[in-house]
């Protein structure tokens, strides 16, 4: 099983462009999840889906949306890249709502705003 | 805010030794997870402790809680190169929907 899977691996922005981060789940999860991780920083939540068809702001979503696009899936979008938004950004997925399952991660796509 | 704070923030040990982290907590948990990460991966889930256990096994790895101190432990026995790695904890508090990440221990382990 390809597990969680992110695209890009990389990204440069210039400040102003769009983009969106797709991940995929093929584990049947339930539940879905945006982390951006900085030096110093720990992991923050952006947003996350606790089930398909339902997305929630966590402690950092401005400057963020989303979409869960059907069960497997789950989009970030930047609309005006800030070089605030440089940072690795990480998709986990969980069996169960509520963090009382393991999270699983992607590989990251480290995001360059300039 | 963290929640959780692991200590030290970098161990660096030869193989075949113990290597030990801590994580300390503010408020009261549901559970507390350890993940591990390598170099330009993504986190790797180790093991989960509920509120309600004391100790947890799985294979080299074992994880103590302390709910009476805020504070649990993740002791990697006879560690191998394999084991380089950042290890964060991450916290559910009691009165939260949100899993909180600590800043990692950064663990380098030499031959």
């Known amino acids: 099983n390809a597990g969680v899977t992110q695209t890009p691996k990389f990204q440069v922005l210039k400040t102003g462009q769009s983009m969106t981060l797709q991940c995929a789940q093929d584990?049947?999860?339930?539940?879905m999840y945006w982390y951006r991780q900085d030096p110093g920083m720990g992991l923050r939540l952006i947003y996350y889906?606790?089930?398909?068809?339902?997305?929630d702001k966590g402690e950092v979503p401005n400057g963020y949306n989303v979409s869960r696009l059907n069960k497997r899936e789950f989009s970030l979008r930047l609309e005006s890249a800030a070089p605030s938004q440089t940072s690795v950004y990480f998709c986990a997925s969980s069996e169960s709502r509520g963090y009382n399952s393991p999270l699983h991660f992607g590989n990251g796509t480290r995001l360059t705003v300039t | 805010s963290q929640q959780g704070e692991e200590d030290p923030q970098a161990l660096s040990i030869q193989e075949g030794e113990n290597a030990t982290m801590n994580c300390s907590y503010k408020?009261?948990?549901?559970?507390l997870q350890w993940y591990r990460q390598n170099s330009g991966r993504g986190l790797v889930h180790l093991i989960l402790?509920?509120?309600?256990?004391r100790e947890k096994h799985s294979g080299r790895l074992r994880v103590t809680l302390d709910t009476s101190k805020k504070s649990s432990s993740l002791l990697i026995t006879a560690s191998r190169a394999a084991d380089t790695a950042s290890y964060f904890c991450a916290t559910l508090p009691g009165t939260a929907s949100k899993l909180t990440f600590g800043t990692g221990t950064r663990l380098q382990v030499t031959l």
């Open positions: 402790i509920r509120s309600n256990e």
């Open positions: 408020t009261s948990i549901n559970n």
């Open positions: 584990m049947n999860h339930n539940s």
């Open positions: 889906s606790a089930s398909e068809g339902t997305t």
